[in-house]
């Protein structure tokens, strides 16, 4: 999905995320600010992160303040995918404080909540290191933001594997097994000639017969070190093209064994719906 469609959907976020904090989009329901604050008053506030991180969601903000709040003039040198040492500044705004103030707790949800899916995902990446095995997000993830999270694991450097069930055909246990089992499965497959799909196995005998049968994309579900190493070694009695993936129980702690094993792809879901919030801040100064 092109970066220009998915700013839409960021923008049309923070918009509803606004509303939520205020009920509506209006100076006058901040009650702290409209009490106690002049309404000429300028200033100048930064946004800077409390830890090392992997920026994400910088653009986002920016495409926010240009059509929401044009008043407010905003600078950064940084970009989506900066590895940003400790007290960087992530963006500077200036202008009405009553409107900083107002989006404040907005805009930090929003780019912490990237930057930690972004952050934890180069974690992973790091760990699998120079071996040839690419990682792959998942469908687990927080409900109504599947596109920007999946935005924050390519930008953290994993690959964006199917977005929904519509893109990609793959073939899960409970598939096979509503199928009746993995012969019934590849009969079907045959008399319907699909020619594209994913296959999940969850047993070496499994992986014999779809590879047999023709199948080139096979998904290794939960399986241990040894198994997969014993499934991966069949490729060399074929001459296809023939991709593996890993998947099942996959985290930060065993992630550089698995992706030694050679398999093609590693998914993992830890990367959306594991990563621990980083701390980025808000400072008027």
Do not use: W
């Not at 989506?80 to 805009?107: A, H, M, P, Q």
């Amino acid at each position: 999905m092109g970066y220009e469609k998915v700013s839409r959907i960021a923008v049309r976020k923070l918009i509803s995320e606004l509303k939520d904090d205020l009920g509506s989009i209006n100076l006058k329901n901040d009650l702290t600010s409209k009490t106690l604050l002049p309404n000429s008053l300028i200033g100048r506030a930064i946004i800077t992160n409390r830890e090392k991180i992997i920026l994400c969601g910088q653009g986002f903000l920016k495409d926010f303040l240009k059509q929401k709040f044009p008043m407010l003039a905003f600078k950064s040198k940084y970009s989506d995918g900066n590895e940003l040492n400790k007290n960087s500044i992530i963006l500077e705004i200036n202008g009405n404080v009553k409107f900083i103030l107002l989006i404040e707790r907005t805009i930090l949800n929003f780019v912490q909540h990237l930057s930690s899916i972004s952050t934890y995902t180069r974690k992973f990446v790091k760990k699998i290191g120079s071996t040839k095995t690419k990682l792959l997000d998942t469908r687990k993830t927080t409900t109504g933001l599947r596109v920007l999270e999946k935005y924050a694991t390519k930008i953290g450097g994993a690959q964006n594997h199917r977005q929904g069930l519509y893109d990609q055909l793959l073939i899960k246990d409970n598939h096979i097994k509503l199928l009746g089992g993995i012969d019934n499965t590849l009969n079907i497959i045959k008399k319907k000639k699909i020619k594209k799909y994913i296959i999940e196995c969850d047993s070496l005998e499994q992986v014999q017969k779809c590879l047999k049968f023709g199948s080139s994309y096979i998904l290794l579900d939960n399986m241990s070190p040894n198994e997969i190493k014993n499934c991966i070694n069949l490729k060399k009695n074929f001459k296809r093209k023939i991709l593996f993936e890993i998947s099942g129980g996959i985290n930060h702690d065993n992630i550089n064994l698995y992706s030694n094993l050679g398999s093609d792809f590693i998914s993992s879901s830890k990367i959306t719906n594991s990563a621990k919030s980083v701390d980025i801040g808000l400072d008027i100064i």
